[in-house]
């Protein structure tokens, strides 16, 4: 997922209380070569399958999409390999109706539902016959589908069909699936997927690349993944070439605007393949999804979805494009194999990324960024429990979307970054590239990394690896001291001007035609306090700040407008509010406004015009806030 602060996915579950603790003491036991090929023992963290028993290693879906009843229905045929002695099949499911199940032959097997459990799911077992290989779940997804979207014509850029897209991401695939959800098992899928015949559906695997009459679409995935990125997008999508093996799917409103933005995306495969290795999963594809995608984006393999609020007119949010096809090594290839190791994916993640950004767009442009997102980590950190700000995460008994924090992201591409500071680039790039090599198409835990880092890096040399101060990233609170220190001489001068404008200085010294996002942001986040209205209007008028056509600029500059309560700008920010609905942009505007009895009243306003448009996840955000209620 993209590495922005407020994009994780988090679910809140009210007043939710633990039946079965059993459950949650799971403990993954991994071979003492981690990860090679060995699968984990016991019950398993924020699962209910058993893979040491029976292992699911091929989905077949075939599906109906029906968007008059939002359901799903349809079945999932399981391959799988099995112990001699078991006698069961675990699979993790939530919320689905279960109305059959048959083995290979067609012949009906007994299956029992668990028992509701909020979190994860009620779980469903299968009896198996002595020579069952394969079992065939005929199903349909109810309300209950947090995975599954379905929004309406007003929902979309193109306002006249309806549209679905999933988020499996972090255990939400058992809510549209019958499958085993956790991210230690991998497998190989296809599926057939239904619409109706004026919509085309995509999946994270091989895709049509137009619409056809039947509105039946066939889909493979040859290389293992894990559930949680098991995903469908359904819409009125077209689709347009980028290169040899990278392209775009949109709206037809928002695809010649994406075609542009994504220029660089086959320059961004070539630069990730030089640094660690081939890129494995032959397409690499982008859709982009209406704007009430509440997020920024989701590395589904093959297909990574991203929000439109990224189409910036001058391809300055490409980043986020570095960070989903990079998941394509971290996280698609070597996998966390629990939410507590969520580093792994993210961190890596983060790391690869800013390495692509060096590699296009030069070391002083991924040094800035580098700078915000450690002034974001800090900020962030202040409002943590010590303990949720170790790498290695805790999540027993909890979502595991309460891991989906900057600490997997930023501290974990800090400790990454210290290690090359420590081992120098080239000892470091070579111990990755041959780190990815290895466990590629395997699940890894943090320990299991420890171990490997040890044995091919830190015990060559006992000198460096005592200052790495390993123990204090991966076993310890806060950013520790040996965080390596990020100088940006841009950024430097961008606080001066910020500082000679706030002591009077006229703007007319500023030179900001060639300013990055990332200088703005810096900019705009150097005023710490309200500014006068009259500082408001200047900053508005030399720079046209309530005009920004990017995203990242404009929030920044709206939540100032706020803080400052600076009118002239409040029919942009309600424009904005009304126009997308990407939940780490909502939030802190609406919380900002929320601080002042005239604020509130405007937030209610915008709101209750925005709020149709706003997907469920960022409805309950926002109702939480404003204390909205369904009858308003
Ligand atoms: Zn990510």
């Not at 009906?108 to 469903?124: C, D, H, R, S, T």
């Not at 999946?203 to 889909?219: H, I, K, L, W």
């Not at 799917?249 to 010649?256: H, K, S, T």
């Not at 000679?500 to 306090?529: C, I, N, P, Q, Y």
Request: charged share 25%; aromatic share 12%.
């Amino acid at each position: 997922m993209s590495s922005l602060k407020f994009d994780g996915l988090h679910v809140d579950v009210p007043g939710f209380a633990f039946p079965f603790l059993f459950f949650l003491f799971a403990l993954p036991l991994f071979g003492a070569e981690p990860n090679s090929g060995g699968l984990p023992q016991g019950r398993l963290l924020h699962s209910h399958a058993r893979p040491d028993q029976a292992v699911v290693k091929h989905l077949s879906l075939d599906l109906v999409v029906d968007f008059e009843s939002k359901k799903l229905t349809g079945s999932a045929t399981l391959k799988f390999e099995r112990k001699d002695d078991a006698k069961e099949l675990r699979l993790d499911s939530h919320g689905l109706e279960i109305r059959k199940v048959s083995d290979q032959s067609g012949a009906e097997l007994a299956f029992k539902v668990g028992e509701k459990n909020q979190l994860l799911g009620e779980g469903l077992t299968v009896t198996l016959g002595e020579a069952t290989t394969a079992v065939r779940v005929e199903y349909a997804t109810t309300d209950a589908a947090e995975a599954v979207q379905w929004l309406t014509p007003k929902q979309t850029s193109g306002g006249k069909q309806p549209f679905l897209f999933t988020q499996s991401q972090a255990i939400l695939a058992r809510t549209w699936v019958p499958c085993q959800d956790t991210p230690a098992v991998r497998i190989t899928y296809d599926a057939k997927i239904k619409v109706p015949s004026r919509l085309l559906a995509v999946m994270s695997a091989t895709n049509p690349q137009s619409r056809n009459e039947s509105g039946v679409y066939e889909f493979e995935m040859k290389q293992p993944i894990p559930a949680y990125l098991l995903a469908l997008a359904v819409g009125d999508l077209k689709f347009k070439s980028l290169g040899d093996r990278s392209g775009v799917y949109a709206e037809p409103d928002v695809l010649p605007k994406a075609t542009w933005e994504f220029a660089d995306t086959e320059r961004m495969i070539e630069a990730a393949e030089k640094l660690y290795g081939p890129y494995r999963w032959e397409r690499y594809d982008l859709v982009v999804l209406p704007p009430s995608f509440p997020f920024g984006g989701m590395e589904n393999p093959r297909l990574t979805f991203a929000t439109p609020t990224i189409l910036a007119g001058d391809r300055s949010l490409v980043a986020l494009v570095a960070h989903e096809l990079a998941h394509s090594w971290s996280g698609n290839l070597v996998t966390n194999a629990t939410w507590n190791d969520f580093w792994l994916n993210e961190g890596f993640t983060v790391y690869f990324e800013q390495r692509i950004m060096e590699a296009i767009y030069g070391r002083n442009y991924s040094e800035m960024l580098a700078k915000l997102n450690l002034a974001s980590l800090r900020e962030e950190m202040e409002d943590l429990s010590p303990r949720d700000t170790w790498l290695k995460l805790d999540l027993r008994d909890r979502n595991p979307d309460d891991g989906m924090t900057g600490v997997a992201y930023d501290k974990g591409y800090f400790f990454l970054r210290r290690l090359e500071e420590v081992f120098g680039r080239e000892a470091w790039d070579a111990f990755l590239k041959s780190y990815f090599d290895r466990f590629s198409f395997k699940s890894m835990t943090t320990e299991g990394f420890i171990a490997h880092l040890k044995k091919e890096l830190l015990d060559k040399d006992s000198e460096k690896s005592a200052s790495v101060n390993l123990d204090a990233w991966v076993f310890g609170p806060g950013v520790p001291e040996s965080c390596p220190t990020v100088d940006s001489d841009e950024l430097l001068k961008v606080t001066g001007h910020a500082k000679a404008f706030l002591e009077g200085t006229s703007l007319s010294v500023v030179d900001a035609k060639d300013w990055s996002t990332h200088h703005w942001l810096h900019f705009l986040r150097s005023f710490e306090k309200p500014l006068p209205v009259t500082r408001m209007k200047q900053l508005d008028g030399q720079f046209g700040l309530s005009k920004q056509g990017n995203s990242e600029i404009l929030h920044d500059w709206l939540l100032l407008s706020v803080r400052s309560q600076y009118e002239p700008a409040y029919p942009a920010l309600e424009r904005f509010l009304t126009e997308q609905g990407r939940r780490k942009f909502l939030e802190p505007l609406y919380r900002a406004l929320i601080k002042t009895e005239s604020g509130r009243e405007l937030a209610r306003k915008i709101y209750r015009k925005a709020r149709p448009t706003y997907h469920p996840i960022s409805q309950a955000t926002v109702d939480g806030l404003l204390e909205w209620k369904a009858s308003e």
